[in-house]
């Protein structure tokens, strides 16, 4: 899931100027504006998304929707090739979306792993993670020249990420313990 989810990120930071050039976006102060337009986007919805988890206490569900929806978002793009509007739109709600799977992903590990398990466990998550950043943005380069579209690898993007958020709901159980906020002090 981890591997999926650093895809989605370094492709979202790394190949959204490339893909509002190639949607119309004519000079680099605008892309510049578009790009920072979306991170707002991003950072508000990840505060939201972070408090609604927060609020219900639940984790595996907030981040498997925010996975999924990013994932169609992805796939979406193509559909998008001529609106720079609509592109904006999904590149700012796959980023809500991935944004917030960051901001709640490692409760979720800590919440079931305890001692040494929890030690070599994330050890393990996060060298799985950076696999999947460090492959992702080269294959979509590669996919990208070989099939001279940019869309074809975004949508397979958005299918590893379907299948890693599937992945989380089928194989990683409930935690054993829930995370809870501090309750304030009572007098």
Known sequence: MYFAFFCSLNTILLWT??????????????????SGAISVASAIGMVAIGYSSDRTRERRWHVVCCGLVAAACFIALQAAQDS??????????????????????WTIPNAMLEGSAAAG??????????????????????????????????????????????????????????????EPSRP
């Open 84 to 105: 720079v509007l609509l592109t904006v739109t999904l590149l700012a709600v796959a980023s809500i979306g991935i944004f917030a799977i960051l901001s709640l992903f």
């Open 121 to 182: 466990g994330i050890a393990l998550i996060s060298a799985i993670g950076s696999f999947g950043g460090a492959v992702c943005p080269a294959l979509i380069g590669w996919m990208t020249a070989a099939t001279g579209s940019i869309y074809a690898p975004l949508a397979l993007v958005g299918a590893v990420l379907g299948i890693g958020m599937l992945t989380l709901i089928v194989c990683v159980p409930r935690a054993r313990h829930e995370v809870t906020l501090a």
């Open 17 to 34: 100027p490339t893909l509002l050039k190639r949607v119309g976006v004519a000079t680099t102060t605008e892309i510049g504006w578009l």
